[in-house]
């Protein structure tokens, strides 16, 4: 791909070290993990303040969203899906089970592990937290096509993979 000096900006990995452009001539502008990393910022911020008005952590959402699609998860696949440290994930789970949030339960082939599910009262929760948070995604996305938004996914899916080839 040609950028906008000229000269391709993407390359392989195992192009001409000589001929690598500076990040003053990509832009910061124009520097992917640059704008994901603004964009990640500020949708953090924002649900930190939608997120205290129902008394939950961004940890406790991530959890409730994650489990209220995929229940039965493991703390080790719940802190690799909401992107939390494990011993960030283990804390959470206490406190979330002391608030009636979620119960957690033995496997039934491997007593050794835990499955997590949400409680009535955790998916209550999550059911009034979700519009304000669909809300916040839908004016992040706008004026942006159905087109642009699959493209836009596909990329980060193209993104993801090449990133869990190391």
Aim: aromatic fraction near 8%; charged fraction near 25%; proline fraction near 4%.
């Amino acid at each position: 791909m040609v950028g906008r000096f000229g000269t391709a900006l993407l390359k392989p990995a195992n192009a001409d070290q000589d001929a690598t452009p500076s990040i003053g001539e990509i832009g910061l502008n124009h520097f992917a993990p640059y704008l994901i990393n603004r964009v990640s910022a500020r949708w953090n911020a924002d649900m930190l303040e939608v997120l205290k008005s129902f008394d939950l952590t961004t940890a406790k959402m991530r959890t409730l969203a994650v489990l209220s699609i995929t229940p039965g998860m493991t703390a080790n696949d719940l802190a690799l899906h909401t992107i939390t440290e494990q011993s960030t994930m283990s804390r959470t789970l206490d406190a979330m089970e002391e608030q009636g949030l979620i119960k957690s339960r033995p496997r039934k082939e491997d007593l050794r592990v835990r499955e997590v599910y949400l409680t009535e009262e955790g998916r209550q929760l999550f059911a009034k937290f979700w519009p304000a948070m669909y809300r916040r995604y839908s004016d992040v996305f706008a004026g942006v096509s159905e087109a642009e938004y699959e493209s836009f996914i596909s990329v980060l899916h193209k993104m993801l993979q090449n990133m869990n080839q190391d």
